[in-house]
Nanobody, 127 residues
């Protein structure tokens, strides 16, 4: 079992920055690839970014590429999402996920790849 707790959300003006953090507890953090998803009102939860176990590989949605950066600190059992140049369309609840899956048949951009989720943190970007 893995427990995930997100923090760092809030209200920011367009063009501003926020840094989200996700703290993991429970089983070995390095056994999991980590991802961030978001869900806006009335929309499906969508992929934002992911990082592999060793940080060797990172993945981004086209909508955030160049603005967001995902990173993990395996010594502190945390994964972070630095969000710059925020836009009103980035407004959503942001969720952290942990995936134990490995191999080419598993896609970190897909929700079904993840075993555990946090409770989410609200990000609101005003225009």
């Amino acid at each position: 079992q893995v427990q995930l707790v997100e923090s760092g959300g809030g209200l920011v003006q367009a063009g501003g920055s926020l840094r989200l953090s996700c703290a993991a507890s429970g089983r070995t953090f390095t056994s999991y690839s980590m991802g961030w998803f978001r869900q806006a009102p009335g929309k499906e939860r969508e992929f934002v970014a992911a990082v592999s176990r060793s940080s060797l590989n990172t993945y981004y949605a086209d909508s955030v590429k160049g603005r967001f950066t995902i990173s993990r600190d395996n010594a502190k059992n945390t994964v972070n999402l630095q969000m710059n140049s925020l836009k009103p369309e980035d407004t959503a609840v942001y969720y952290c996920g942990a995936s134990s899956r490995s191999g080419a048949s598993w896609n970190l951009r897909e929700r079904g790849t993840y075993d555990y989720w946090g409770q989410g943190t609200q990000v609101t970007v005003s225009s």
